[in-house]
T-cell receptor, first 113, second 113 residues
Framework: EAQVTQNPRYLITVTGKKLTVTCSQNMNHEYMSWYRQDPGLGLRQIYYSMNVEVTDKGDVPEGYKVSRKEKRNFPLILESPSPNQTSLYFC????????????FGPGTRLTVL | GENVEQHPSTLSVQEGDSAVIKCTYSDSASNYFPWYKQELGKGPQLIIDIRSNVGEKKDQRIAVTLNKTAKHFSLHITETQPEDSAVYFCAAPKGSGYSTLTFGKGTMLLVSP
């Protein structure tokens, strides 16, 4: 089944404890991105990647890191999480461009205490 | 950069009524306008999109219209059903070479039986 998977789905952590949210797609897509969703603010892009080893900042990159070592994986890293990073996170992928259909993962709900 | 405004933020209709959600954008050169539907507990899913060389596109009960002169596009849902209840997001391309999408803040549609 063609899909985008994220892990974990739910995570409660404490301020400053490094964490990684994994994202993987099995559709051979070039383009991948991370969004955060907050009430009243909609979907805001954190980082995106046009292809392997090419990443760029979205609208809200502060406090996040990404890497794209393989085409299928695009992990999101929070080196020192803070409470303002409590949010619902979505990974998405598309064939080669953001104007291709974007396929979203199921989401990761992160709480930072 | 591109700015997308979406209205209304919430919309309540009776089953069988029509629903209309409108988005305005700022970049007159934008050429791709998707609509995503997010059901409770899931990631957004593309339901329809339109490119700037057409003014309207229909898919069964849903349609999207585009007015490039006024820089707005709208989602129309006819004969609404309870399963249409969800959050709907519009989007438009932005960034260098339109390398990202910017999303509206979303509309929560509630269809009452």
């Amino acid at each position: 089944e063609a899909q985008v998977t994220q892990n974990p789905r739910y995570l409660i952590t404490v301020t400053g404890k490094k964490l990684t949210v994994t994202c993987s797609q099995n559709m051979n897509h070039e383009y991948m991105s991370w969004y955060r969703q907050d009430p009243g603010l909609g979907l805001r892009q954190i980082y995106y990647s046009m292809n392997v080893e090419v990443t760029d900042k979205g609208d809200v990159p502060e406090g996040y890191k990404v890497s794209r070592k393989e085409k299928r994986n695009f992990p999101l890293i929070l080196e020192s999480p803070s409470p303002n990073q409590t949010s619902l996170y979505f990974c998405a992928s598309s064939l080669s461009w953001p104007t291709d259909t974007q396929y979203f993962g199921p989401g990761t709900r992160l709480t930072v205490l | 950069g591109e700015n997308v405004e979406q209205h209304p933020s919430t919309l309540s209709v009776q089953e069988g009524d029509s629903a209309v959600i409108k988005c305005t954008y700022s970049d007159s050169a934008s050429n791709y306008f998707p609509w995503y539907k997010q059901e409770l507990g899931k990631g957004p899913q593309l339901i329809i999109d339109i490119r700037s060389n057409v003014g309207e596109k229909k898919d069964q009960r849903i349609a999207v219209t585009l007015n490039k002169t006024a820089k707005h596009f709208s989602l129309h849902i006819t004969e609404t059903q309870p399963e249409d209840s969800a959050v709907y997001f519009c989007a438009a391309p932005k960034g260098s070479g339109y390398s990202t999408l910017t999303f509206g803040k979303g509309t929560m549609l509630l269809v009452s039986p």
